[in-house]
């Protein structure tokens, strides 16, 4: 069983403060990818990974910035929280033919 | 830009009763669709996908159409039950490849007893 897992499932931070949202995958994917999920709008792709080192930006990536320094390990960065920041964050991971996407259970985050 | 959508927001139906959910696509050069499905709480979770060279692919009491002259996708899930309550999200990729699925904002199944 693929199994994608992230370091919290809820979170509350400070406007201001640096934070970090882990994200692990056992299946030796090359992909991974961060989607915030908002209501009314859907996920969003913030950054993406096709392999160790690598990183691209996606459709909203302004505020973060990713570190994928091992292939099973992909986190996001938050460099000075803000309140619009406050989101669902959801990590997924998939093969190199970029198909299916198997998805972590989320990281509710709250900035006040 | 492009996008992915579905047409309502949320759908009742009665238990048993046979569900349809739509998405429509933009994109032309999409090759590659997902159904997923995301329980309260939860990720979401793979349930069908289907590439731009079928029109119809079928698993277990869920079928996904494919319409490739008018961009349209559907969902139909056979004898629904209590525990398909959940959002579901049409997904795209155009043209394979690792960029991320472009996602539509999802529709909220309802299963009324």
């Known amino acids: 069983d693929v199994k994608v897992t992230q370091s919290s499932r809820y979170l509350v931070k400070r406007t201001g403060e640096k934070v970090f949202l882990e994200c692990v995958q056992d299946?030796?994917?090359?992909?991974m990818f961060w989607y915030r999920q908002d209501p009314g709008l859907g996920l969003r792709l913030i950054y993406f990974?096709?392999?160790?080192?690598?990183?691209e930006k996606g459709d909203i990536p302004e505020g973060y910035s990713v570190s994928r320094e091992k292939k099973e390990r992909f986190s996001l960065i938050l460099e000075s929280a803000s309140t619009n920041q406050t989101s669902m964050y959801l990590c997924?991971?998939?093969?190199?033919?970029?198909?299916?996407?198997?998805f972590g259970p989320g990281t509710r985050l709250t900035v006040l | 830009g492009e996008s992915v959508g579905l047409h309502l927001p949320t759908l009742s139906v009665q238990e048993g009763d046979n569900s349809i959910i739509n998405c429509a696509y933009s994109?032309?050069?999409?090759?590659?669709f997902i159904w997923y499905k995301q329980e309260s709480g939860k990720g979401p979770q793979f349930i069908i996908d289907?590439?731009?060279?079928?029109d119809k692919r079928q698993g277990q009491r869920v079928t996904v159409l494919l319409n490739k002259t008018v961009k349209h996708l559907s969902l139909q899930i056979a004898a629904t039950q209590p525990g398909d309550s959940a959002v579901y999200f049409c997904?795209?990729?155009?043209?394979?490849?690792?960029?991320?699925?472009?996602f539509g904002k999802g529709t909220h199944l309802i299963i009324q007893p």
């Open positions: 990974s096709y392999d160790v080192k690598m990183k």
């Open positions: 289907i590439r731009s060279n079928m």
């Open positions: 997904a795209e990729i155009p043209g394979g490849g690792a960029d991320g699925l472009t």
């Open positions: 997924a991971s998939s093969h190199p033919t970029g198909d299916e996407q198997f």
């Open positions: 299946m030796d994917h090359e992909n």
């Open positions: 994109n032309s050069a999409s090759d590659y």
